[in-house]
């Protein structure tokens, strides 16, 4: 499991859509890299993911621009969490 600290962004590519995400460290990154069988889409990798007293199963994916892993943040998450862009959270990843 890893633990790290890391602020939210907003990835606006789209219109119509905003996702939230944080940046996975670039060695831990390596890390999934290496234990990692990338699943179906983009590269994804299926994970067990924390913040704050809230923890789901989503996928963290491969980000050309920073070449580390990138997580997506759900609203009922940042809104149970009272968190949002900008903001520093400690996140906790598993890879399953």
């Given at each position: ?54 923890s789901w199963s989503t996928s963290v994916f491969p980000d050309k621009q920073s070449g580390c892993y990138v997580l997506p943040i759900k ?22």
């Amino acid at each position: 499991m890893f633990v790290f600290d890391a602020e939210l962004w907003l990835w606006d590519a789209r219109r119509l859509d905003t996702w939230t995400f944080v940046t996975l460290p670039e060695d831990v990154s390596e890390q999934i890299r290496e234990i990692a069988t990338p699943g179906a889409g983009f590269g994804s990798v299926k994970v067990r993911v924390g913040v704050g007293a809230s923890s789901w199963s989503t996928s963290v994916f491969p980000d050309k621009q920073s070449g580390c892993y990138v997580l997506p943040i759900k609203a009922a998450v940042r809104k149970k969490e009272g968190v949002g862009p900008g903001d520093v959270v400690e996140v906790t990843v598993e890879v399953v």
